[in-house]
Protein backbone atom coordinates (compact mmCIF):
# COMPACT_ATOMS: atom_id res chain seq x y z
CA UNK A 1 0.00 0.00 0.00
CA UNK A 2 1.67 3.44 -0.83
CA UNK A 3 2.16 6.16 1.09
CA UNK A 4 -0.61 8.72 -0.40
CA UNK A 5 -4.20 9.02 -1.61
CA UNK A 6 -4.47 9.32 -5.31
CA UNK A 7 -7.52 11.08 -6.59
CA UNK A 8 -9.14 11.50 -10.23
CA UNK A 9 -11.76 13.85 -11.42
CA UNK A 10 -13.52 14.87 -14.56
CA UNK A 11 -14.98 18.59 -14.48
CA UNK A 12 -17.78 19.08 -17.13
CA UNK A 13 -18.60 21.67 -19.10
CA UNK A 14 -20.79 24.29 -18.12
CA UNK A 15 -22.44 22.81 -15.58
CA UNK A 16 -22.56 25.17 -12.60
CA UNK A 17 -24.32 23.45 -10.48
CA UNK A 18 -22.36 20.68 -10.29
CA UNK A 19 -18.94 22.71 -10.11
CA UNK A 20 -18.03 22.12 -6.64
CA UNK A 21 -18.33 18.59 -6.27
CA UNK A 22 -14.61 17.74 -6.81
CA UNK A 23 -13.17 20.03 -3.96
CA UNK A 24 -16.37 18.62 -1.94
CA UNK A 25 -15.42 15.40 -2.16
CA UNK A 26 -11.55 16.09 -1.42
CA UNK A 27 -12.85 17.88 1.70
CA UNK A 28 -14.91 15.18 2.65
CA UNK A 29 -11.36 12.85 2.26
CA UNK A 30 -9.06 15.47 4.16
CA UNK A 31 -11.41 15.48 7.09
CA UNK A 32 -11.27 11.78 7.25
CA UNK A 33 -7.64 11.50 7.07
CA UNK A 34 -7.32 14.04 10.32
CA UNK A 35 -5.94 17.05 8.59
CA UNK A 36 -6.09 20.13 10.69
CA UNK A 37 -8.86 22.67 9.56
CA UNK A 38 -6.51 25.43 8.07
CA UNK A 39 -5.51 22.91 5.49
CA UNK A 40 -8.86 21.94 4.50
CA UNK A 41 -10.12 25.16 4.09
CA UNK A 42 -7.10 25.82 2.41
CA UNK A 43 -7.59 23.29 -0.33
CA UNK A 44 -11.17 23.83 0.02
CA UNK A 45 -11.32 26.84 -1.20
CA UNK A 46 -8.18 26.90 -3.71
CA UNK A 47 -9.40 23.46 -5.27
CA UNK A 48 -12.90 25.07 -5.98
CA UNK A 49 -12.14 28.28 -7.12
CA UNK A 50 -9.93 26.09 -9.51
CA UNK A 51 -12.63 24.00 -10.61
CA UNK A 52 -15.10 26.78 -10.99
CA UNK A 53 -12.36 28.66 -13.76
CA UNK A 54 -12.41 25.28 -15.21
CA UNK A 55 -16.34 25.28 -16.00
CA UNK A 56 -15.85 28.68 -17.06
CA UNK A 57 -13.38 29.36 -19.12
CA UNK A 58 -12.00 26.08 -20.41
CA UNK A 59 -15.29 23.51 -20.83
CA UNK A 60 -14.08 21.46 -18.02
CA UNK A 61 -10.59 19.42 -17.57
CA UNK A 62 -9.15 16.85 -14.93
CA UNK A 63 -8.39 17.67 -11.75
CA UNK A 64 -5.40 15.14 -10.00
CA UNK A 65 -5.30 14.95 -6.66
CA UNK A 66 -2.63 13.28 -4.44
CA UNK A 67 -2.54 13.48 -0.61
CA UNK A 68 0.45 12.30 1.29
CA UNK A 69 1.52 13.00 5.26
CA UNK A 70 3.42 16.12 4.58
CA UNK A 71 1.24 17.95 1.68
CA UNK A 72 -1.98 17.92 -0.66
CA UNK A 73 -1.03 18.33 -4.35
CA UNK A 74 -3.73 19.89 -6.82
CA UNK A 75 -3.35 18.96 -10.83
CA UNK A 76 -5.83 21.23 -12.85
CA UNK A 77 -5.58 20.27 -16.58
CA UNK A 78 -7.78 22.09 -19.21
CA UNK A 79 -7.43 21.78 -22.73
CA UNK A 80 -8.98 25.83 -23.07
CA UNK A 81 -8.11 29.08 -24.41
CA UNK A 82 -5.31 29.64 -22.39
CA UNK A 83 -4.11 32.75 -20.57
CA UNK A 84 -2.35 35.19 -22.98
CA UNK A 85 -1.79 37.49 -20.04
CA UNK A 86 -0.67 35.54 -16.55
CA UNK A 87 0.32 38.93 -14.72
CA UNK A 88 -3.03 40.47 -15.72
CA UNK A 89 -4.85 37.27 -14.69
CA UNK A 90 -3.64 37.47 -11.42
CA UNK A 91 -4.46 40.63 -10.03
CA UNK A 92 -7.31 40.90 -8.00
CA UNK A 93 -10.46 41.67 -9.65
CA UNK A 94 -9.16 41.35 -13.18
CA UNK A 95 -11.61 39.00 -15.22
CA UNK A 96 -13.01 37.73 -18.44
CA UNK A 97 -15.97 36.00 -17.78
CA UNK A 98 -18.64 36.67 -19.60
CA UNK A 99 -21.78 38.33 -18.56
CA UNK A 100 -24.15 35.74 -18.13
CA UNK A 101 -21.68 33.83 -15.81
CA UNK A 102 -21.07 37.16 -14.24
CA UNK A 103 -25.08 37.58 -13.52
CA UNK A 104 -24.79 34.28 -11.73
CA UNK A 105 -22.21 35.95 -9.29
CA UNK A 106 -19.02 34.04 -10.75
CA UNK A 107 -16.57 36.13 -12.79
CA UNK A 108 -15.07 38.69 -9.94
CA UNK A 109 -11.86 38.20 -10.66
CA UNK A 110 -10.60 36.57 -7.87
CA UNK A 111 -10.18 33.14 -9.08
CA UNK A 112 -6.42 32.92 -9.62
CA UNK A 113 -5.96 35.47 -6.88
CA UNK A 114 -7.52 33.13 -4.22
CA UNK A 115 -6.23 29.88 -5.87
CA UNK A 116 -2.59 31.63 -4.71
CA UNK A 117 -3.78 33.01 -1.56
CA UNK A 118 -4.97 29.88 -0.47
CA UNK A 119 -2.03 27.77 -1.88
CA UNK A 120 1.48 26.94 -0.33
CA UNK A 121 2.81 27.07 -4.00
CA UNK A 122 1.61 27.36 -7.46
CA UNK A 123 2.64 27.25 -10.65
CA UNK A 124 0.49 27.62 -14.26
CA UNK A 125 2.03 26.17 -17.29
CA UNK A 126 -0.13 26.91 -20.11
CA UNK A 127 -0.11 27.78 -23.70
CA UNK A 128 -2.51 29.60 -25.96
CA UNK A 129 -5.10 27.81 -27.74
CA UNK A 130 -3.95 24.48 -26.26
CA UNK A 131 -5.04 24.43 -22.59
CA UNK A 132 -3.53 25.72 -19.12
CA UNK A 133 -2.33 23.35 -16.16
CA UNK A 134 -2.38 24.59 -12.61
CA UNK A 135 -0.50 23.16 -10.14
CA UNK A 136 -1.37 23.76 -6.50
CA UNK A 137 0.70 22.85 -3.16
CA UNK A 138 -0.61 23.16 -0.36
CA UNK A 139 1.48 21.66 2.89
CA UNK A 140 0.46 19.76 5.90
CA UNK B 1 -27.65 -2.18 11.47
CA UNK B 2 -26.43 -5.04 13.28
CA UNK B 3 -27.65 -7.90 14.09
CA UNK B 4 -31.26 -6.79 12.90
CA UNK B 5 -31.08 -3.48 15.12
CA UNK B 6 -30.28 0.10 14.15
CA UNK B 7 -26.60 0.86 15.98
CA UNK B 8 -25.79 4.69 16.14
CA UNK B 9 -22.00 5.39 15.98
CA UNK B 10 -22.79 7.40 19.38
CA UNK B 11 -19.66 9.88 18.40
CA UNK B 12 -21.21 10.64 15.57
CA UNK B 13 -25.15 11.43 16.77
CA UNK B 14 -25.77 15.20 16.64
CA UNK B 15 -28.98 14.62 18.50
CA UNK B 16 -31.22 15.85 15.14
CA UNK B 17 -33.79 13.74 15.71
CA UNK B 18 -33.93 11.86 12.19
CA UNK B 19 -33.71 8.56 13.57
CA UNK B 20 -36.89 8.68 15.60
CA UNK B 21 -38.77 10.73 12.83
CA UNK B 22 -38.18 8.33 9.74
CA UNK B 23 -38.28 4.95 12.19
CA UNK B 24 -42.05 3.45 10.86
CA UNK B 25 -41.57 0.73 13.53
CA UNK B 26 -40.72 3.55 16.32
CA UNK B 27 -37.51 1.47 17.16
CA UNK B 28 -35.60 4.55 18.45
CA UNK B 29 -37.30 6.34 21.24
CA UNK B 30 -36.18 10.20 22.08
CA UNK B 31 -35.39 10.06 26.10
CA UNK B 32 -36.46 12.55 28.09
CA UNK B 33 -38.21 12.99 32.00
CA UNK B 34 -41.76 11.76 33.16
CA UNK B 35 -43.95 14.31 34.18
CA UNK B 36 -43.62 12.91 37.86
CA UNK B 37 -40.27 14.57 37.82
CA UNK B 38 -42.67 17.94 39.40
CA UNK B 39 -42.72 15.64 42.83
CA UNK B 40 -38.79 15.84 43.05
CA UNK B 41 -38.91 19.07 44.25
CA UNK B 42 -40.29 21.32 46.52
CA UNK B 43 -41.36 23.84 44.59
CA UNK B 44 -41.13 23.31 41.29
CA UNK B 45 -40.73 25.97 37.52
CA UNK B 46 -42.20 25.47 34.18
CA UNK B 47 -39.92 26.86 31.59
CA UNK B 48 -42.51 26.83 28.30
CA UNK B 49 -40.42 26.64 24.80
CA UNK B 50 -42.35 29.38 22.41
CA UNK B 51 -43.12 26.47 20.16
CA UNK B 52 -45.55 25.36 22.54
CA UNK B 53 -47.91 27.91 22.09
CA UNK B 54 -47.91 26.47 18.20
CA UNK B 55 -49.74 23.13 19.13
CA UNK B 56 -52.81 24.69 20.19
CA UNK B 57 -56.08 25.60 18.15
CA UNK B 58 -57.62 29.38 17.95
CA UNK B 59 -55.29 30.47 21.05
CA UNK B 60 -55.66 34.13 21.53
CA UNK B 61 -53.95 34.49 24.83
CA UNK B 62 -50.53 32.54 25.94
CA UNK B 63 -51.71 33.45 29.65
CA UNK B 64 -54.53 30.54 29.12
CA UNK B 65 -51.38 27.82 28.31
CA UNK B 66 -49.13 29.62 31.26
CA UNK B 67 -52.09 29.42 34.06
CA UNK B 68 -52.94 26.00 32.55
CA UNK B 69 -49.31 24.62 33.18
CA UNK B 70 -49.80 26.19 37.29
CA UNK B 71 -53.13 23.91 37.19
CA UNK B 72 -51.36 21.37 36.32
CA UNK B 73 -49.15 21.60 39.20
CA UNK B 74 -46.05 23.97 38.46
CA UNK B 75 -45.73 26.45 40.98
CA UNK B 76 -44.62 29.32 38.24
CA UNK B 77 -44.26 30.15 34.61
CA UNK B 78 -41.12 31.45 32.89
CA UNK B 79 -41.42 31.84 29.52
CA UNK B 80 -37.93 31.11 27.59
CA UNK B 81 -39.37 33.17 25.20
CA UNK B 82 -39.20 36.04 27.49
CA UNK B 83 -34.87 34.98 27.80
CA UNK B 84 -34.97 34.66 23.92
CA UNK B 85 -35.52 38.55 23.82
CA UNK B 86 -33.14 39.03 26.08
CA UNK B 87 -30.53 36.79 23.79
CA UNK B 88 -31.80 39.01 20.92
CA UNK B 89 -30.62 42.00 22.44
CA UNK B 90 -27.59 40.72 23.51
CA UNK B 91 -26.73 39.28 19.89
CA UNK B 92 -27.66 42.53 18.19
CA UNK B 93 -24.89 44.21 20.12
CA UNK B 94 -22.29 41.54 19.82
CA UNK B 95 -23.17 41.33 16.05
CA UNK B 96 -22.69 44.84 15.74
CA UNK B 97 -19.08 44.72 17.89
CA UNK B 98 -17.77 41.75 16.03
CA UNK B 99 -17.49 42.28 12.79
CA UNK B 100 -14.42 40.46 12.30
CA UNK B 101 -16.58 37.25 13.32
CA UNK B 102 -19.17 37.86 10.30
CA UNK B 103 -21.37 35.76 9.21
CA UNK B 104 -22.36 34.90 13.27
CA UNK B 105 -24.23 31.64 13.21
CA UNK B 106 -26.41 31.11 15.87
CA UNK B 107 -26.48 28.63 18.38
CA UNK B 108 -29.88 28.20 20.13
CA UNK B 109 -29.83 25.09 18.39
CA UNK B 110 -27.89 22.48 19.85
CA UNK B 111 -27.50 19.99 17.26
CA UNK B 112 -26.39 22.13 15.08
CA UNK B 113 -23.54 23.77 17.22
CA UNK B 114 -22.67 19.58 17.44
CA UNK B 115 -22.66 19.12 13.80
CA UNK B 116 -20.02 22.15 13.21
CA UNK B 117 -18.06 20.54 16.20
CA UNK B 118 -17.09 17.04 14.46
CA UNK B 119 -18.19 18.66 10.65
CA UNK B 120 -16.96 22.04 10.05
CA UNK B 121 -13.84 23.29 12.39
CA UNK B 122 -13.13 25.61 10.26
CA UNK B 123 -17.09 27.15 11.22
CA UNK B 124 -16.12 27.23 15.32
CA UNK B 125 -15.15 30.63 15.23
CA UNK B 126 -18.10 32.30 13.72
CA UNK B 127 -20.57 30.24 16.50
CA UNK B 128 -22.28 33.40 18.43
CA UNK B 129 -21.00 32.59 22.36
CA UNK B 130 -24.25 33.45 23.90
CA UNK B 131 -26.11 31.13 25.78
CA UNK B 132 -29.12 29.97 24.47
CA UNK B 133 -32.52 31.36 25.75
CA UNK B 134 -33.51 28.36 27.65
CA UNK B 135 -30.25 28.53 29.97
CA UNK B 136 -30.77 32.01 30.51
CA UNK B 137 -34.81 31.60 31.67
CA UNK B 138 -33.54 28.91 33.84
CA UNK B 139 -30.96 31.80 35.70
CA UNK B 140 -33.90 33.64 36.53
CA UNK B 141 -36.27 31.43 36.98
CA UNK B 142 -34.30 29.89 39.76
CA UNK B 143 -33.55 33.46 41.34
CA UNK B 144 -37.24 34.28 41.23
CA UNK B 145 -38.10 31.39 42.93
CA UNK B 146 -35.20 31.74 45.53
CA UNK B 147 -36.33 35.44 46.07
CA UNK B 148 -40.08 33.93 46.53
CA UNK B 149 -40.04 31.17 48.81
CA UNK B 150 -36.43 31.12 50.84
CA UNK B 151 -35.97 27.79 49.86
CA UNK B 152 -32.45 26.76 48.99
CA UNK B 153 -31.35 26.09 45.61
CA UNK B 154 -31.62 22.51 44.92
CA UNK B 155 -34.93 22.13 46.11
CA UNK B 156 -36.33 23.91 43.45
CA UNK B 157 -37.04 22.35 40.16
CA UNK B 158 -36.41 24.12 36.96
CA UNK B 159 -38.42 22.02 34.43
CA UNK B 160 -38.01 22.90 30.73
CA UNK B 161 -41.09 22.11 28.67
CA UNK B 162 -38.92 21.05 24.99
CA UNK B 163 -39.52 20.35 21.70
CA UNK B 164 -36.95 18.30 20.97
CA UNK B 165 -34.48 15.61 22.98
CA UNK B 166 -31.56 17.50 21.57
CA UNK B 167 -31.98 19.81 24.70
CA UNK B 168 -32.21 16.42 26.92
CA UNK B 169 -28.49 15.80 25.79
CA UNK B 170 -27.14 19.49 25.91
CA UNK B 171 -28.28 19.42 29.89
CA UNK B 172 -26.23 16.42 30.27
CA UNK B 173 -23.11 17.44 28.52
CA UNK B 174 -23.76 21.32 28.01
CA UNK B 175 -22.21 23.06 25.23
CA UNK B 176 -20.51 26.36 25.81
CA UNK B 177 -20.81 25.89 29.80
CA UNK B 178 -19.69 23.97 32.19
CA UNK B 179 -23.16 22.71 33.84
CA UNK B 180 -26.47 23.28 32.74
CA UNK B 181 -29.30 25.33 35.25
CA UNK B 182 -32.13 22.92 34.43
CA UNK B 183 -33.20 20.13 36.36
CA UNK B 184 -35.19 18.19 34.10
CA UNK B 185 -36.08 18.15 30.75
CA UNK B 186 -40.06 17.38 29.64
CA UNK B 187 -41.87 16.59 26.05
CA UNK B 188 -44.25 18.99 25.11
CA UNK B 189 -46.37 15.83 23.93
CA UNK B 190 -46.78 14.88 27.03
CA UNK B 191 -47.54 18.00 28.55
CA UNK B 192 -50.02 18.75 25.67
CA UNK B 193 -52.57 16.12 26.81
CA UNK B 194 -52.88 17.97 30.27
CA UNK B 195 -53.01 21.21 29.36
CA UNK B 196 -55.81 21.01 26.98
CA UNK B 197 -58.34 20.17 29.35
CA UNK B 198 -57.43 22.50 32.15
CA UNK B 199 -57.19 25.08 29.24
CA UNK B 200 -61.14 24.37 28.53
CA UNK B 201 -61.55 24.99 32.31
CA UNK B 202 -59.85 28.63 32.47
CA UNK B 203 -62.16 31.77 32.63
CA UNK B 204 -59.74 34.73 33.21
CA UNK B 205 -56.22 33.83 33.02
CA UNK B 206 -53.25 35.02 35.81
CA UNK B 207 -51.69 37.99 33.63
CA UNK B 208 -48.33 35.65 33.15
CA UNK B 209 -46.83 36.33 29.76
CA UNK B 210 -43.16 38.06 29.67
CA UNK B 211 -42.34 37.99 25.81
CA UNK B 212 -43.89 39.62 22.93
CA UNK B 213 -43.56 39.01 18.91
CA UNK B 214 -39.88 38.90 18.99
CA UNK B 215 -39.40 36.35 21.87
CA UNK B 216 -42.32 33.93 21.05
CA UNK B 217 -40.98 34.16 17.19
CA UNK B 218 -37.86 32.30 17.90
CA UNK B 219 -40.43 29.15 17.69
CA UNK B 220 -39.95 29.27 14.48
CA UNK B 221 -37.34 29.06 12.05
CA UNK B 222 -36.63 32.69 10.92
CA UNK B 223 -37.85 33.73 14.51
CA UNK B 224 -34.43 34.21 16.07
CA UNK B 225 -32.88 36.14 12.58
CA UNK B 226 -35.76 38.68 12.66
CA UNK B 227 -34.98 39.81 16.29
CA UNK B 228 -32.02 40.95 15.28
CA UNK B 229 -33.28 43.56 13.62
CA UNK B 230 -31.24 43.43 9.90
CA UNK B 231 -31.98 42.46 6.68
CA UNK B 232 -28.63 40.83 6.34
CA UNK B 233 -28.87 37.46 7.34
CA UNK B 234 -30.03 33.39 5.94
CA UNK B 235 -32.16 31.47 7.98
CA UNK B 236 -32.22 27.90 7.04
CA UNK B 237 -34.11 24.90 8.63
CA UNK B 238 -34.17 21.00 8.65
CA UNK B 239 -31.12 19.29 8.83
CA UNK B 240 -30.18 18.39 5.21
CA UNK B 241 -30.40 21.78 4.30
CA UNK B 242 -28.26 23.43 7.45
CA UNK B 243 -25.27 20.68 5.82
CA UNK B 244 -25.22 22.31 2.67
CA UNK B 245 -25.35 25.64 3.79
CA UNK B 246 -22.57 24.89 6.48
CA UNK B 247 -20.38 23.27 3.67
CA UNK B 248 -21.08 26.40 1.35
CA UNK B 249 -20.29 28.56 4.07
CA UNK B 250 -17.19 26.73 4.35
CA UNK B 251 -15.64 27.18 1.04
CA UNK B 252 -16.75 30.94 1.46
CA UNK B 253 -19.89 30.88 -1.05
CA UNK B 254 -21.44 34.06 0.75
CA UNK B 255 -20.73 37.34 0.73
CA UNK B 256 -21.05 39.88 3.54
CA UNK B 257 -24.22 38.10 5.49
CA UNK B 258 -23.76 39.18 9.06
CA UNK B 259 -25.75 36.28 10.54
CA UNK B 260 -26.81 32.84 10.03
CA UNK B 261 -29.72 30.95 11.74
CA UNK B 262 -29.33 27.22 11.74
CA UNK B 263 -32.10 25.02 12.72
CA UNK B 264 -31.49 21.35 12.81
CA UNK B 265 -35.58 20.56 12.25
CA UNK B 266 -37.84 21.16 9.73
CA UNK B 267 -39.67 24.80 10.35
CA UNK B 268 -37.90 25.23 13.42
CA UNK B 269 -38.48 24.40 17.12
CA UNK B 270 -42.05 23.57 16.23
CA UNK B 271 -40.63 20.49 13.95
CA UNK B 272 -39.28 19.37 16.95
CA UNK B 273 -39.94 15.55 17.70
CA UNK B 274 -41.58 16.02 20.85
CA UNK B 275 -44.17 18.47 19.43
CA UNK B 276 -47.81 17.12 18.16
CA UNK B 277 -48.61 19.66 15.94
CA UNK B 278 -47.08 19.64 11.71
CA UNK B 279 -44.25 22.13 12.09
CA UNK B 280 -46.66 24.20 9.15
CA UNK B 281 -49.54 24.24 10.40
CA UNK B 282 -48.21 25.46 14.19
CA UNK B 283 -46.28 28.34 11.95
CA UNK B 284 -49.69 29.45 11.19
CA UNK B 285 -50.75 29.17 14.31
CA UNK B 286 -47.86 31.02 15.93
CA UNK B 287 -48.07 33.31 13.17
CA UNK B 288 -52.01 34.37 13.94
CA UNK B 289 -51.06 34.78 17.79
CA UNK B 290 -48.46 36.82 17.51
CA UNK B 291 -50.40 39.26 15.74
CA UNK B 292 -51.88 41.52 18.48
CA UNK B 293 -48.39 40.88 20.64
CA UNK B 294 -46.19 43.87 21.22
CA UNK B 295 -43.04 43.72 19.82
CA UNK B 296 -40.85 42.84 23.09
CA UNK B 297 -41.50 42.96 26.37
CA UNK B 298 -38.19 41.85 27.84
CA UNK B 299 -34.94 43.54 28.36
CA UNK B 300 -31.99 43.01 30.83
CA UNK B 301 -32.98 44.64 33.86
CA UNK B 302 -31.39 45.88 37.14
CA UNK B 303 -32.42 43.26 39.71
CA UNK B 304 -31.95 40.39 36.33
CA UNK B 305 -29.66 37.02 37.41
CA UNK B 306 -28.58 38.01 34.23
CA UNK B 307 -26.32 40.44 32.92
CA UNK B 308 -24.64 41.11 29.49
CA UNK B 309 -21.43 39.79 30.74
CA UNK B 310 -22.30 36.63 32.49
CA UNK B 311 -24.51 35.27 29.60
CA UNK B 312 -20.95 34.60 27.29
CA UNK B 313 -20.20 30.99 27.11
CA UNK B 314 -17.51 30.46 29.70
CA UNK B 315 -16.28 27.24 27.48
CA UNK B 316 -14.61 26.85 24.37
CA UNK B 317 -16.36 24.58 21.60
CA UNK B 318 -13.74 21.86 20.77
CA UNK B 319 -13.37 19.94 17.32
CA UNK B 320 -13.75 16.37 17.41
CA UNK B 321 -11.98 14.96 14.92
CA UNK B 322 -14.64 11.89 14.73
CA UNK B 323 -14.45 11.08 10.81
CA UNK B 324 -10.75 9.19 10.76
CA UNK B 325 -10.74 6.16 10.12
CA UNK B 326 -7.42 5.01 12.34
CA UNK B 327 -4.64 6.35 14.21
CA UNK B 328 -2.20 9.48 12.69
CA UNK B 329 -2.19 10.45 8.86
CA UNK B 330 0.24 7.65 7.48
CA UNK B 331 -2.52 5.09 9.39
CA UNK B 332 -5.18 7.10 8.01
CA UNK B 333 -4.09 7.42 4.27
CA UNK B 334 -3.34 3.03 4.36
CA UNK B 335 -6.94 2.89 5.98
CA UNK B 336 -8.51 4.95 3.24
CA UNK B 337 -6.65 2.98 0.28
CA UNK B 338 -7.92 -0.54 1.99
CA UNK B 339 -11.45 1.65 2.25
CA UNK B 340 -11.39 2.57 -1.73
CA UNK B 341 -10.07 -1.12 -2.30
CA UNK B 342 -12.77 -2.52 -0.66
CA UNK B 343 -15.52 -0.04 -2.59
CA UNK B 344 -14.61 -1.17 -5.80
CA UNK B 345 -15.27 -5.14 -5.20
CA UNK B 346 -18.60 -3.65 -3.83
CA UNK B 347 -21.44 -3.34 -6.25
CA UNK B 348 -22.33 0.24 -5.64
CA UNK B 349 -25.96 -0.02 -5.21
CA UNK B 350 -26.29 0.91 -1.75
CA UNK B 351 -29.40 -1.28 -1.30
CA UNK B 352 -28.48 -1.29 2.47
CA UNK B 353 -28.98 -5.22 2.68
CA UNK B 354 -25.78 -5.90 4.72
CA UNK B 355 -26.99 -2.80 7.25
CA UNK B 356 -24.28 0.14 6.04
CA UNK B 357 -25.98 2.71 4.73
CA UNK B 358 -24.06 2.78 2.10
CA UNK B 359 -21.52 0.33 -0.18
CA UNK B 360 -18.67 3.16 1.09
CA UNK B 361 -20.17 2.59 4.75
CA UNK B 362 -19.64 -0.36 4.49
CA UNK B 363 -16.01 -0.42 3.33
CA UNK B 364 -15.37 1.54 6.06
CA UNK B 365 -16.67 -0.32 8.74
CA UNK B 366 -14.67 -3.26 6.84
CA UNK B 367 -11.49 -1.44 7.73
CA UNK B 368 -12.37 -0.71 11.40
CA UNK B 369 -13.10 -4.34 12.08
CA UNK B 370 -16.97 -3.93 12.49
CA UNK B 371 -18.23 -5.75 9.48
CA UNK B 372 -16.58 -8.43 6.71
CA UNK B 373 -16.87 -8.48 2.81
CA UNK B 374 -19.48 -11.04 3.14
CA UNK B 375 -21.95 -8.93 4.48
CA UNK B 376 -22.82 -7.62 1.20
CA UNK B 377 -25.47 -9.72 -0.30
CA UNK B 378 -24.60 -9.59 -3.59
CA UNK B 379 -20.57 -10.73 -2.85
CA UNK B 380 -22.32 -13.46 -0.81
CA UNK B 381 -24.40 -14.60 -3.79
CA UNK B 382 -21.32 -14.31 -6.12
CA UNK B 383 -19.72 -16.70 -3.19
CA UNK B 384 -21.74 -18.99 -3.33
CA UNK B 385 -22.48 -19.44 -6.92
CA UNK B 386 -18.83 -20.07 -7.03
CA UNK B 387 -18.41 -22.42 -4.14
CA UNK B 388 -21.38 -24.20 -5.88
CA UNK B 389 -20.01 -24.43 -9.20
CA UNK B 390 -16.64 -26.15 -7.61
CA UNK B 391 -18.82 -28.65 -5.77
CA UNK B 392 -20.80 -29.73 -8.89
CA UNK B 393 -17.37 -30.04 -10.91
CA UNK B 394 -16.47 -32.67 -7.50
CA UNK B 395 -19.48 -34.17 -8.00
CA UNK B 396 -19.09 -36.75 -10.82
CA UNK B 397 -23.21 -37.29 -11.04
Known amino acids: ?140 | MRNHKAIITKERCIDCGECIRICQNHAKLPSYDPLEVINDYDYTVALPAPSLYGQFNNLDDVNIVLTALKRMGFDDVYEVGASAEVVSQLSRDYIKKHREQWPLISTACPSVVRLIRVKFPNLIEHLLPIDPPVEIAAKEARKRAVEKTGLPEDKIGIVFISPCPSKVTSVKAPLGMEKSNIDAVCAIKDVYLKLLPLMKQIDDPEDLAMAGKIGVGWGVSGGEAGGLITDNYLAADGIENVNKILEDLEDQKFGNLEFIELNACNGGCVGGVLTVENPYVAKVKMNRLKKYMPVALKRIESGDAIKPENAMWTREIEYEPVFALGEGMKDNIHKMNMVAEIEKRLPGLDCGACGAPTCLALAEDIVKGEAKELDCIHLLREYVHRLSGEISKLDPM
Not at chain 1, 94 to 106: C, E, I, K, W
Not at chain 1, 115 to 127: A, C, F, L, Q, R
Request: with cysteine; hydrophobic share 35%.
Open chain 1, 1 to 140: MSDSIKLNYQINDEDFTRAGEASGDVKKRLRQMGCSPEVIRKVAIAMYEGEINMVIHADGGEINVEITPEDITMVLKDKGPGIPDIEKAMQAGYSTAPDNVRALGFGAGMGLPNMKKYSDEMHIDTVIGEGTTVTMKVYQ
